[in-house]
């Protein structure tokens, strides 16, 4: 595909709901970016993968999220029990480890249209 | 304190004149400096990135670095309506890894 898509793009669950969000990055893309961004804040590092390997779940916020990206390809964000202040728009990024110079930039990543979590 | 720091806007200029906008931030091992232009309902989109001290221009964009200050800034000339949108801040460690944003600056250009 020409860009990184995402699904659902919209999501309405009741508290204590898991749900499961979808991100599949640009083909070839090795490097693979979970972010949240709440209303009036900027995005906030969940989660990061190189091919199929989770290199930092440093931002996930509880152990009701978890991460996955078995084939090095799509990647699955879950969240387990939802809760009201999970409600925030996911997004996904992708990119290439470029080199300097050339037409490629370097750690540019390119995000997805997000999905909009809201949970009731 | 937070990591980024930007000032949330909103910020009004008047169409033709420069828009000026300002990021500091705190780790001093950051290396890669990222700004993102976010419309309203649609996700970032990087406009300009920056690695060494000094100024980098593109078009109508200057990113502006000094790393002994701890600060990153973003000029728009000739700021047009469509230039209306959320700019938002990144910073990074060396290499392809997390990006730390800022809360973004509104900015609005005023026809």
């Known amino acids: 595909g020409a860009g990184v898509s995402q699904s659902p793009r919209y999501k309405v669950a009741k508290r204590g709901q898991d749900v499961a969000l979808r991100c599949d990055p640009i083909s070839g893309h090795v490097s693979l970016f979970w972010y949240q961004q709440a209303l009036g804040q900027g995005p906030e590092f969940l989660t990061y993968?190189?091919?199929?390997?989770?290199?930092?779940k440093s931002g996930l916020p509880s152990d009701r999220f978890f991460a996955e990206r078995p084939e090095g390809s799509v990647s699955t964000l879950k969240i387990q029990r939802t809760q009201q202040e999970d409600s925030a728009v996911y997004l996904c990024?992708?990119?290439?480890?470029?080199?300097?110079?050339?037409?490629?930039?370097?750690?540019?990543?390119?995000f997805g249209p997000g999905t909009r979590l809201t949970v009731l | 304190q937070k990591e980024v720091e930007q000032n949330s806007g909103p910020l009004s200029v008047p169409e033709g004149a420069i828009a000026s906008l300002n990021c500091t931030y705190s780790d001093r091992g950051s290396q890669s400096f990222f700004w993102y232009r976010q419309y309203s309902g649609k996700s970032p989109e990087l406009i300009m990135f920056?690695?060494?001290?000094g100024d980098k221009e593109d078009g109508r964009f200057t990113a502006q670095l000094n790393k002994a200050s701890q600060y990153v800034s973003l000029l728009i000339r000739d700021s047009q309506p469509s230039d209306s949108a959320t700019y938002l801040c990144a910073v990074a460690p060396f290499g392809n890894e997390k990006l730390t944003f800022g809360t973004g600056t509104r900015l609005t250009i005023i026809p």
């Open positions: 993968f190189q091919n199929e390997a989770q290199l930092d």
């Open positions: 920056i690695y060494s001290n």
């Open positions: 990024a992708s990119s290439f480890p470029g080199t300097s110079g050339g037409a490629r930039t370097y750690n540019e990543q390119f």
